[in-house]
């Protein structure tokens, strides 16, 4: 069971080490949706009608997400940082309450969602003929977001102990799983759109079970268990850290909610059902091509983290420039091949000429800025690892909340520029958001890191 010593080690291995296992967990994990969404779109008579569907159940699963994410990407910074400062109670108490804490988010979202789901659709601008679709695999899907949110939160701790192998082996089973189950339950079995959530639930439990196996056996550093009742009395202060730390990748993914839900009403009202399916194509492609860059900042965040507790400042800066570098080399070629070939990357989702033709201006609107997307990533990456929760907090929010929500209502209705103005929402804030949220981290990290005694 090999294992990444961030402590020790030349930090572009040690990044590599992470973030090519963490690459391969993503994109696997990205398959998850992805998988069924090729497949639904394929479904005979109903394909692309059913896409839009599921495509307004996005901002539900992404809400899930978010929380998720809370206590994940929350929790595994201040756990590597506690591992850095040698305190192994600490860290091993910050990954039981982030545990605890999924857990009870999860049954309550469970609960509340199967209430609420069918009027939440409707306000997400569901017509009745989307319901057919996107009531079904929402209320299945939602069986499964205790499995979802273990595999997925708790996998962030496998991969800050340095176990990145064993974070993409968790991700890889469930990813495997849902490829080959996917087209027996929609096509085999003739179970349609509530085939794939089934499929999806299944893959996912498979997932959990693997990140609970490794986390709750004798060979790993910091055993995973649940907290005893007067350690659940006393977590307060620790949970609100978690929490505290976590509201930027939580405010990230429900912003990312926000947008889904705004851009889906807006092209529901200006361009009627065939626009929200390229939407969801889109927001398809952007999550298969900004994974990549996830894996990089995201497989560079432990090494941050637990250099800055263990008071290695020449080594957090040396991690932070190769972490920019890789990011801006990857998304500079791929803005590239997507400026080229951009009927090729529609094509993995769809094989509907008609989408086809209407789909292709709007994904080259969309996705004209992808390469300033480094710059909000880096920064963000760097707030977050340091434990800077203001600002992750505040940039999470700036980029998606206060310019491209925004900016979807103003630039269709207030300066006519119907659908393509919600393609341009995205582009802009890319240049703006970025800029802003990497210029800052600049501002403020920089001179603290020279500020401290070197080591």
């Known amino acids: 069971m090999r294992r990444v010593d961030f402590g020790n080690g030349k930090t572009l291995t040690n990044i590599a080490a992470t973030a090519l296992p963490m690459f391969v967990a993503q994109i696997l994990n990205l398959l998850y949706n992805i998988v069924d969404r090729i497949y639904i779109a394929r479904i005979p008579r109903i394909g692309t009608a059913a896409l839009g569907a599921v495509g307004l159940c996005f901002p539900i699963v992404i809400l ?79 069986l499964g977001t205790i499995f979802s949110m273990i595999a997925t939160g708790m996998n962030p701790f496998i991969n800050a102990q340095g176990y990145s192998t064993i974070g993409m082996t968790t991700v890889m089973i469930g990813a495997v799983a849902n490829i080959i189950l996917d087209p027996v339950m929609i096509f085999v079995l003739g179970l349609g759109v509530e085939g794939a959530a089934i499929a999806t639930i299944l893959s996912q439990a498979l997932s959990a079970a693997f990140v609970l196996r490794f986390l709750l056996g004798k060979k790993v550093d910091y055993r995973l268990r649940l907290l005893r009742a007067d350690e659940i009395r006393s977590c307060g202060p620790r949970a609100r850290r978690i929490i505290g730390l976590g509201m930027a990748a939580f405010i990230m993914q429900l912003t990312n909610s926000l947008v889904s839900i705004s851009c889906n009403n807006v092209l529901a009202h200006v361009g009627g059902d065939l626009y929200v399916s390229i939407m969801t194509i889109i927001n398809s492609a952007r999550q298969m091509l900004e994974t990549p860059l996830l894996s990089i900042t995201e497989g560079t965040s432990p090494i941050i983290s637990f250099n800055y507790g263990a008071g290695r400042y020449k080594d957090v800066k040396k991690a932070g420039t190769i972490m920019f570098l890789l990011s801006l080399f990857y998304a500079g ?67 998606k909340g206060l310019i491209v929500v925004p900016l979807t209502y103003l630039l269709p209705y207030a300066f006519h520029m119907g659908t393509a103005g919600v393609f341009a929402a995205e582009p802009v804030s890319n240049v703006l958001g970025g800029m802003a949220c990497f210029i800052t981290m600049l501002l403020v990290v920089l001179p603290e890191l020279n500020g401290r005694k070197k080591t």
């Open 64 to 142: 899930i997400t978010a929380f998720t994410n809370m206590f994940g990407s929350g929790g595994a910074p201040l756990f590597s940082i506690s591992r850095g400062a040698g305190n192994r109670k600490e860290a091993s108490m910050i990954q039981n309450t982030a545990f605890f804490m999924l857990l009870v988010t999860a049954g309550v979202l469970t609960v509340l969602g199967e209430f609420i789901g069918s009027p939440l659709l409707r306000v997400f601008g569901a017509s009745d003929q989307a319901m057919v679709h996107a009531l079904p695999y929402l209320r299945i899907y939602l």
């Open 333 to 399: 070629g791929v803005w590239i091949l997507i400026r080229l070939f951009p009927a090729f990357v529609i094509g993995i989702f769809s094989s509907d000429a008609g989408l086809m033709e209407t789909a292709l201006p709007s994904f080259n609107l969309y996705f004209s800025t992808f390469i300033f997307m480094v710059f909000q990533h880096c920064g963000q990456i760097v707030f977050k690892s340091l434990g800077k929760k203001n600002h992750a907090i505040f940039f999470s929010l700036f980029r």
